[in-house]
């Protein structure tokens, strides 16, 4: 008998300084108009000085062991989704580890923006195969350290921010708790693999950057927007569906859905394409940007704080980015 799962706890930390578009047009070449048109953004968080991903990671993950009332010890296995690790290695997870305290396994998941549902499956099989009761999954991303400021960088760096989002997922062995990680998806699709990376540093040269990469740019992430865009309204509403008929429940009986905050434009695709009605999306693209792996997560932790998200009601999340990577999740919350 495979044992059900259940998220006991959800956390977000955003950095306090606010990045708004009107900040952007002083540094390159663009206009609060075109971000605000083509990707819905108004402003993102940025890291202020001396901040390091572990102690993003760390915010958030102390707030979901807080909302499920577990102390950091009773934690069995840290997954930390990322790619803005805080080091080349170890992974952010050791750090947070340390941070927190205890001796249990950490390891550290990148799968882009694709991430936390990465490691939410990870997790969720975890515990249902009886090996953990309960793992804490963050995802974590400082991207505002690593974006090209200049002109050249612009349709990339416009687009992400900082923050991090953390749950706490558990075996629910309640007979009367109906609550359950249902269904999760994943695919990914490696050969349009650098239609969004970024490829330095890299273990294929020595020294892994040299100044031929400098020169082209190598070391800030590339990205063919269109492309992306195009597979990205295909992919969600694709591996959306297939996720709620494995776990046999209709669209109209979703609550809320969740979708990876890259684009308001991509999600309001979707959203149309699959018949949703505007208030069952949320989104705080608007405010955050892109996070990767940790926007549905933060997306999580608002709902909850806003006492949107009720136990019992069905909900989906819904992501995909670089790899490329994409899945969803069907839960009853
Ligand atoms: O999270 C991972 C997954 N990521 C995504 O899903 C992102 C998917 N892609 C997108 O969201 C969109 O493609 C973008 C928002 C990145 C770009 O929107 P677009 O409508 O596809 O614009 P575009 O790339 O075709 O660029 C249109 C124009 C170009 O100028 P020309 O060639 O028409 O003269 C760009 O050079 O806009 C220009 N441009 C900008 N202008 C002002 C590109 N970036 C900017 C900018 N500010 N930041």
């Not at 059900?4 to 959800?10: A, D, E, F, P, S």
């Not at 740019?217 to 990205?223: Q, W």
Request: aromatic letters at 8%; proline letters at 3%; hydrophobic letters at 40%.
């Amino acid at each position: 008998m495979t044992i059900r799962t259940k998220i006991t706890g959800t956390g977000m930390y955003l950095p306090d300084r606010v990045v708004t578009n009107k900040d952007l047009e002083e540094l390159m070449d663009t206009s609060d108009e075109w971000i605000r048109q083509r990707s819905g953004i108004v402003e993102r968080r940025y890291i202020t000085e001396g901040q390091q991903p572990v102690d993003l990671a760390e915010a958030a993950a102390r707030q979901a062991l807080e909302a499920a009332e577990l102390e950091p010890d009773q934690i069995d296995c840290i997954v930390l989704a990322t790619l803005s690790s805080q080091a080349d290695f170890p992974g952010t997870s050791f750090f947070l580890q340390a941070r927190l305290g205890g001796n249990m396994p950490c390891f550290d998941l990148q799968a882009q923006c694709s991430g936390f549902l990465y490691g939410l499956t990870v997790a969720r099989s975890l515990v249902a195969s009886g090996q953990y009761q309960r793992v804490l999954v963050v995802g974590c991303e400082v991207h505002s350290t690593g974006l090209d400021f200049s002109t050249h960088g612009r349709d990339v760096t416009v687009l992400f921010g900082d923050g991090s989002g953390a749950v706490v997922v558990e075996a629910n062995t309640d007979e009367d708790d109906r609550s359950d990680i249902l269904e999760m998806r994943l695919h990914a699709e490696g050969k349009y693999a650098k239609k969004l990376w970024l490829e330095a540093p890299t273990s294929c040269v020595p020294g892994r950057i040299n100044q031929e990469m400098m020169d082209r740019r190598a070391h800030f992430p590339s990205m063919q927007g269109k492309f992306v865009f195009k597979h990205a309204v295909t992919r969600m509403p694709q591996v959306l569906r297939e996720t709620l008929d494995a776990a046999s429940v209709k669209l109209e009986d979703i609550s809320l859905f969740f979708f990876h905050q890259a684009n308001l434009r991509i999600n309001e695709y979707v959203a149309n394409n699959l018949g949703i009605p505007a208030e069952k999306l949320r989104n705080n693209i608007q405010r955050y940007g892109n996070c990767s792996a940790a926007s549905i997560p933060i997306l999580l932790a608002e709902a909850e704080r806003e006492g949107a998200l009720k136990r019992g009601d069905l909900v989906s999340l819904t992501g995909f980015g670089s790899g490329f990577s994409w899945g969803s999740a069907a839960l009853r919350w």
